[in-house]
DNA sequence: GGAATTGTCTTAGCGGCTAAGATGTTCGGC
DNA sequence: GCCGAACATCTTAGCCGCTAAGACAATTCC
C-alpha cells in the first residue's frame, strides 16, 4: 500500500471492527424485539432479501443449516406468521417459504428508526461527498462478499 | 431529509443491510474456523476489545448471556488456550479473564486477509476522500451505538 | 413401469442456555 | 474482631435447538 500511513489502517480497521460488533448486537436485540432467535431472524431475513420465494432446501444452504433445523425454522417462522408455507406447483417436492408482508407493520418502528439514524448521519455531507461515500459503500460491500464466501 | 432523493436513501439502505448479513456470515465462518461457537467467540471479541482484563460477570453483562452460560464460555476458551482465568488480587470472589495473545498467531492469516481486503478497498481513494470516508464512519460508528443501545 | 434421485420431515442424541441455588469472599454495623 | 447481608462465580436440573441418519413422498431417468 503506498502513501497510507500505518495509524490510518489502524483506525479504519478499528472502526470496522467496531461496527461489526455493534451490527451483530443490532442484529440480535432486533430478533428478541420480534420474539425470534437469531437463527430464525438470519432465516428470515435471507427470505426477505431474495428475488423470489426460497425453498426450505435453499435456505438450509445459505444459512449453513442442517435440512431438519430449517424445518424448526420454518416451523417457528410460520406459527409468528411470518412467513407461509406454500407447495411448489411445479415440483410437490419443494416447500416454497413466502414472507408474509403484513406482519412486519407491526415493526415499522424498528426500520424507521434505523432508517433515521442513517439520515441523520448522512445529512452531514454534500452531495459530492455522498458520491465517495457511496462509491466506498459499493466496493467494500463487493469485496466483502469475496472475502467471505473464500473464508 | 432536505436535497436527498428517495432512491439515494434506498441505496444506502441497501448496502447497510447487505453489509450486516455479510458481517454476520463472516463472524460465524471465522468462530468455525477457530474451533469456537459464535457465542465463544463474541465473549472473546469482547475480551480483546476491552481495556483491561473483563471480570466474568461483566462478560455476563455485555453479552447478555446469564453468569452460568459465562462459566461455560469461559472454561472452551480456556480450554482451547485463549483466554487463562486469574483470581482478582484485590478482590478475590472476581475471575478476571485474561487473553493470552500468543494464541492468535495460528488465526493470523484471517485478519491479514481482512486487512488486505480493507486496503484493497480504500487504495481506490485518495486523501481527501479518504478523510471523507473516515468521518463518515466515524459518524456511523458513533450513531449506530445509540440506536443499539436503545433498541 | 421400476429404480434411483431429490426435497422435506421425523427422530434420537448431544450440547449450550436459563434459572435457581450452592459456595466462597467481602463489606458494614456493632 | 464478629456476624449477617451483599456480592461474584460456579454447579445443577431442565429445556430447547442443532446435527445426523433415516423415513416418506414426489420426480426423473432409463
Known sequence: MFGMEPEVLERFT????EHSALTIMFHTKVAEQMGLSATDEKCLDLAIRAEGPLTAGRIAELSGLSTGAVTGVIDRLE?????????????????????????FVKFGHLFEKAQASLVEVLSHFDEAELQVIERYLQLQV???RKRVIDT
Not at 478499528?14 to 471492527?17: A, G, I, K, L
Not at 407461509?84 to 406482519?103: F, I, M, N, Q, S
Request: charged fraction near 40%; hydrophobic fraction near 35%.
Open 142 to 144: 463487493e469485496t466483502f
Open 79 to 103: 406459527r409468528a406468521g411470518y412467513v407461509r408455507r406454500v407447495r411448489d406447483p411445479h415440483d410437490r417436492r419443494k416447500v416454497l417459504v413466502e414472507v408474509t408482508p403484513a406482519e
Open 14 to 17: 478499528w472502526y470496522m471492527r
